[in-house]
C-alpha cells in the first residue's frame, strides 16, 4: 500500500483537533495538502475515515478505530528512530497507559515521579477511559497496558489485582445520613439517589452485588463520570455510591462518607495485559514497579 507516514500524521492530526484549518496549521501543512493526503488514505484503504460537515469532523466508526492504530505507528516509527541500546537499557523509549480516571489519580503519580527518576527520558502516555475502553484499548494493542476494574473473567488477558475497594456513600455534611456511622443499601431508598449510566463498570458492579442481595436500587440522577455525581452532592442535590478511592481526600468542607453495607459491595482494580504479548523493557519496568508498590498495600 501506498501510505508515507505524512499521511498517518494529517489523519491522526485532523482526528485530534476535529478542524482542517488548526490540523493544517499543527503540521505545517496548507489545508489543501492536509486534505490531499487524507482523501489519499482513504482511497488506498478503502474506507472512509472522516465524515465532514459545515461545521465541524467527526469519525466514523473505522476512522474511530483506525486513529489508535495510526497513532500506534507513529511512535512505533519514532521510538524505533532512537538507539536500540538505549531503549534496551530502560534510558530511552515510550510507556503507554490506558487507566480508569479514579485509578489515573490514585496510582499513577507516585510511580511516575519514581520512574521518572530512575528513567528521566522515558516519556509516558496515560490514556484516561472508561474500564471498557481501557480493556478495549489494551485487547487492541494501543497501549502496553492497562489500570481498570474489567478483564479479571477475559481468557486474552492477564489481570494483576492491585486494590479491593468498598464502595461507600457520599453526601452532605449537613445531610441526615451523614449523622450515622453506617448505612445500610436499603437506607438509600428514601433519598434522591445519583448514579452512574449503564455503560459504567462501576454501575454494573453494583447492580450486581446488589442483584445476589435482592436489592434493586432506585435512581433519580443518572450521569456519565463519578467526578459529576460528586458535584452533584455538593450542590446537595442527592446522595451517591462510590468507590473509595474516588471520594475527596483528607477532611473535605462539604462532603462525607460513610460505609455501605448489607451488603458490602467492592471492587477490584489491577494491571490488564494482552496473554502472551510482550512488553518493551521501559513498559516492563514501569509495569514492575506498580507491582511491587501497591501488592503490599
Same mark, same amino acid.
Given at each position: 500500500?501506498?501510505?508515507?507516514?505524512?499521511?498517518?500524521?494529517?489523519?491522526?492530526?485532523?482526528?485530534?483537533?476535529?478542524?482542517?484549518?488548526?490540523?493544517?496549521?499543527?503540521?505545517?501543512?496548507?489545508?489543501?495538502?492536509?486534505?490531499?493526503?487524507?482523501?489519499? @488514505?482513504?482511497?488506498?484503504?478503502?474506507?472512509?475515515?472522516?465524515?465532514?460537515?459545515?461545521?465541524?469532523?467527526? @469519525?466514523?466508526?473505522?476512522?474511530?478505530?483506525?486513529?489508535?492504530?495510526?497513532?500506534?505507528?507513529?511512535?512505533?516509527?519514532?521510538?524505533? @528512530?532512537?538507539?536500540?541500546?538505549?531503549?534496551?537499557?530502560?534510558?530511552?523509549?515510550?510507556?503507554?497507559?490506558?487507566?480508569?480516571?479514579?485509578?489515573?489519580?490514585?496510582?499513577?503519580?507516585?510511580?511516575?515521579?519514581?520512574?521518572?527518576?530512575?528513567?528521566?527520558?522515558?516519556?509516558?502516555?496515560?490514556?484516561?477511559?472508561?474500564?471498557?475502553?481501557?480493556?478495549?484499548?489494551?485487547?487492541?494493542?494501543?497501549?502496553?497496558?492497562?489500570?481498570?476494574?474489567?478483564?479479571?473473567?477475559?481468557?486474552?488477558?492477564?489481570?494483576?489485582?492491585?486494590?479491593?475497594?468498598?464502595?461507600?456513600?457520599?453526601?452532605?455534611?449537613?445531610?441526615?445520613?451523614?449523622?450515622?456511622?453506617?448505612?445500610?443499601?436499603?437506607?438509600?431508598?428514601?433519598?434522591?439517589?445519583?448514579?452512574?449510566?449503564?455503560?459504567?463498570?462501576?454501575?454494573?458492579?453494583?447492580?450486581?452485588?446488589?442483584?445476589?442481595?435482592?436489592?434493586?436500587?432506585?435512581?433519580?440522577?443518572?450521569?456519565?463520570?463519578?467526578?459529576?455525581?460528586?458535584?452533584?452532592?455538593?450542590?446537595?442535590?442527592?446522595?451517591?455510591? @462510590?468507590?473509595?478511592?474516588?471520594?475527596?481526600?483528607?477532611?473535605?468542607?462539604?462532603?462525607?462518607?460513610?460505609?455501605?453495607?448489607?451488603?458490602?459491595?467492592?471492587?477490584?482494580?489491577?494491571?490488564?495485559?494482552?496473554?502472551?504479548?510482550?512488553?518493551?523493557?521501559?513498559?516492563?519496568?514501569?509495569?514492575?514497579?506498580?507491582?511491587?508498590?501497591?501488592?503490599?498495600?
Amino acid at each position: 500500500m501506498n501510505i508515507d507516514l505524512d499521511d498517518l500524521r494529517a489523519f491522526v492530526a485532523t482526528a485530534e483537533m476535529r478542524n482542517f484549518g488548526a490540523a493544517a496549521d499543527s503540521i505545517h501543512l496548507s489545508q489543501p495538502a492536509l486534505t490531499r493526503r487524507i482523501q489519499k @488514505l482513504e482511497s488506498v484503504l478503502g474506507v472512509t475515515l472522516l465524515d465532514r460537515t459545515t461545521r465541524r469532523v467527526e @469519525l466514523t466508526a473505522v476512522g474511530r478505530d483506525f486513529l489508535g492504530r495510526a497513532r500506534r505507528l507513529l511512535d512505533d516509527f519514532e521510538t524505533s @528512530l532512537l538507539s536500540v541500546k538505549e531503549i534496551a537499557e530502560r534510558r530511552s523509549g515510550l510507556v503507554s497507559i490506558a487507566c480508569i480516571p479514579t485509578a489515573a489519580y490514585y496510582f499513577l503519580p507516585d510511580v511516575v515521579r519514581a520512574f521518572n527518576t530512575a528513567y528521566p527520558a522515558i516519556r509516558i502516555r496515560i490514556v484516561d477511559s472508561g474500564a471498557n475502553e481501557v480493556l478495549q484499548s489494551v485487547l487492541n494493542r494501543e497501549v502496553d497496558f492497562g489500570i481498570t476494574l474489567l478483564g479479571a473473567d477475559d481468557p486474552d488477558v492477564l489481570f494483576a489485582p492491585l486494590v479491593e475497594e468498598p464502595f461507600m456513600l457520599a453526601c452532605r455534611k449537613d445531610h441526615e445520613l451523614a449523622q450515622r456511622s453506617e448505612i445500610s443499601w436499603a437506607d438509600l431508598a428514601e433519598h434522591r439517589f445519583i448514579t452512574v449510566g449503564r455503560s459504567s463498570g462501576n454501575r454494573l458492579i453494583v447492580d450486581l452485588g446488589l442483584g445476589r442481595a435482592g436489592i434493586r436500587s432506585k435512581w433519580f440522577y443518572e450521569v456519565q463520570h463519578l467526578s459529576t455525581s460528586l458535584g452533584l452532592v455538593e450542590a446537595g442535590l442527592g446522595i451517591a455510591a @462510590l468507590p473509595r478511592m474516588s471520594l475527596p481526600g483528607g477532611d473535605h468542607p462539604t462532603i462525607a462518607s460513610r460505609p455501605l453495607i448489607d451488603p458490602v459491595v467492592t471492587r477490584t482494580v489491577g494491571l490488564v495485559r494482552r496473554l502472551g504479548s510482550t512488553l518493551s523493557p521501559s513498559a516492563e519496568r514501569f509495569y514492575g514497579m506498580m507491582m511491587e508498590r501497591w501488592k503490599d498495600r
